[in-house]
Nanobody, 118 residues
Framework: QARLDESGGGLVQDGGSLTLSCAAS????????MGWFRQPPGKDREFVAV????????HYSDSVEGRFTISRGNDKKTVYLQMNSLNPEDTAVYYC???????????WGQGTQVTVSS
């Protein structure tokens, strides 16, 4: 069964950096877009970033633009989220997602907690 597994979450100080990883397994994932979402405490899940299969196209939410960088490994089945200049508003459960098209996510990870202390 296709699955995604996130890792790299944890506690970081205000202004710090953290890198999340997502490993895809159990499926081909060929030509899949992969992205990151997050759900802050008491709020709805929101889009963070997405990257195309070829890694030639990326898109970010306004709230993370310029601070976060999404990338894929050479095998296209790993995706990373480099997070810089973190602030408490970035505290959330971060989810990795994959799908055959932009905005069409069919596989989701279980999430990894990121907590930014002030």
């Amino acid at each position: 069964q296709a699955r995604l597994d996130e890792s790299g979450g944890g506690l970081v100080q205000d202004g710090g950096s953290l890198t999340l990883s997502c490993a895809a397994s159990g499926g081909p994932f060929s030509n899949y877009f992969m992205g990151w979402f997050r759900q802050p405490p008491g709020k709805d899940r929101e889009f963070v970033a997405v990257i195309s299969w070829s890694s030639t196209w990326t898109h970010y939410s306004d709230s993370v633009e310029g601070r976060f960088t999404i990338s894929r490994g050479n095998d296209k089945k790993t995706v990373y989220l480099q997070m810089n200049s973190l602030n408490p508003e970035d505290t959330a459960v971060y989810y990795c997602a994959a799908g055959p098209g932009y905005g069409q996510y069919t596989v989701w990870g279980q999430g990894t907690q990121v907590t930014v202390s002030s």
